[in-house]
């Protein structure tokens, strides 16, 4: 994973180039990294914030081998892979689910998984990272500051952004092995590990309707089970916010 690595400047997003490089068949494991994003996507059509230079936003682009019922357990993979590489960095972070770095419930990192399929066979995934590495809090949108921190505010020393990249992008491809040779039953034992979510009081947004309860586990397809007065809610995409420490 990372070669070739696509290297640019300034780029709307490193994800709608992946998409394009994807289209025109680039290959399993290349990357697109910027140093700059005009237009960062995050997930539910947000906008994704990334401080110029400071930050890491980089895709890769995937040609796994499943059918596309099976191509979200990626995202829990490259979750698995980034915290390991964060906690490596010396930053003791936690995934939020389903694919969140946070660090003290603030977001460290967030992935936005895409991808184009048929009924049988998966295309492309283009898996889009953003890492907040060394921006302080102080420039940080306003919005973001309760939120949101850094690797460098975590450690309280910066962190050097290229070593880090190739760091994620080493434990990734040990994880896509990993998954490859062995499926899903390695990753949902090491996300549930990882997990900063487990065992607490969530509460999650599906699109009208609001869920509260415990979050008990996550399920052989990565959805969250969730504990509440009416029984066990198993939920596939939703937001979660974290309730209680
Ligand atoms: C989220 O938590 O909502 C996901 C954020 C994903 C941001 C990354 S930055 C690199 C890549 N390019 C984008 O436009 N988005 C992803």
Redesign the pocket.
């Known amino acids: 994973v990372g070669r070739p690595l696509h290297y640019f400047e300034e780029v709307?997003?490193?994800?709608?180039v992946a998409k394009q490089l994807a289209e025109e068949g680039a290959e399993h494991g290349e990357v697109v990294v910027a140093e700059a994003?005009t237009?960062?996507?995050?997930?539910?059509g947000?906008s994704?914030f990334?401080a110029a230079g400071r930050n890491l936003?980089?895709?890769v682009i995937l040609r796994p081998d499943l059918p596309p019922q099976r191509a979200s357990e990626l995202t829990l993979v490259a979750s698995v892979a980034l915290c390991q590489a964060v906690r490596d960095a010396g930053v003791e972070a936690g995934i939020k689910w389903p694919?969140?770095l946070v660090y003290q419930d603030r977001?460290l990192?967030?992935?936005?998984t895409e991808m184009e399929a048929e009924a049988d066979r998966v295309h492309w995934v283009v898996l889009?990272?953003?890492v907040n590495v060394n921006v302080r809090e102080a420039e940080l949108p306003e919005d973001l500051r309760p939120i949101a921190t850094s690797l460098a505010e975590a450690r309280g020393e910066p962190v050097p952004r290229a070593l880090f990249l190739a760091a994620a992008l080493t434990r990734l491809e040990e994880w896509l092995d990993r998954h490859a040779e062995e499926g899903f039953g390695p990753i949902r034992a090491a996300w549930r590990d990882f997990s900063d979510t487990l065992g607490r009081e969530v509460s999650v947004r599906l699109g009208d309707r609001e869920l509260v309860g415990t979050a008990e586990d996550i399920d052989d397809a990565g959805a969250l089970l969730v504990r509440t007065g009416g029984g066990l809610e198993r939920v596939l995409s939703g937001d979660v916010q974290l309730l209680r420490p």
């Open positions: 709307g997003s490193t994800s709608d994003q237009a960062g996507r995050g997930r539910r947000r994704w990334s936003a980089f895709s694919n969140d977001k990192a967030g992935i936005l889009g990272v953003g």
